[in-house]
């Protein structure tokens, strides 16, 4: 059986590019349980997956809460369960449809700054029009 490997705060904030804050912060949430020495904090390959899943699912947008809830429910069992699998999906499919909403969102923004430019831009050309045809008069 392979040696459990242990990781310093430092080096999973190293590897995985966040601060010691971050990782403390995580562990007040309650989804890190690193072991302690003394003051020492000694996190468990556990530890390291959950930070990993913490991370991933921060690009994917879940809320730390969403992820606490996935992991209690996987601690329910030895290899997590139909409950977990179905809070999954049912945070993957809100998650979609606010992903939806922002697309359209944005493109109804680009729509919006399209039509302003293309204001100014007909503004502008009008000023210019009046400003030479004011300068060729006055000569």
């Given at each position: ?21 971050s990782i403390r ?30 991370l991933r699912g ?38 979609r449809a606010h ?41």
């Open positions: 059986m392979a040696e459990k490997r242990t990781f310093s705060i430092s080096e999973l904030s190293q590897e995985f590019d966040v601060t010691t804050r912060f995580y562990e007040d949430q309650g989804l890190l349980k690193p072991a302690r020495r003394g003051q020492t904090r000694i996190f468990s390959s556990k530890d390291r997956v959950r930070l990993k899943l913490i921060k690009r994917m947008g879940f809320s730390l809460s969403e992820t606490k809830e996935l992991f209690d429910l996987w601690d329910e069992t030895l290899s997590g369960n139909e409950k977990q699998l179905l809070k999954m999906l049912e945070i993957l499919n809100n998650r992903l939806e909403q922002q697309k359209n969102d944005i493109a109804m923004a680009e729509m919006e700054m399209d039509t302003a430019e293309a204001r100014c831009r007909e503004a502008l050309a009008e000023l210019q029009k009046t400003k030479e045809q004011s300068l060729a008069t006055n000569k």
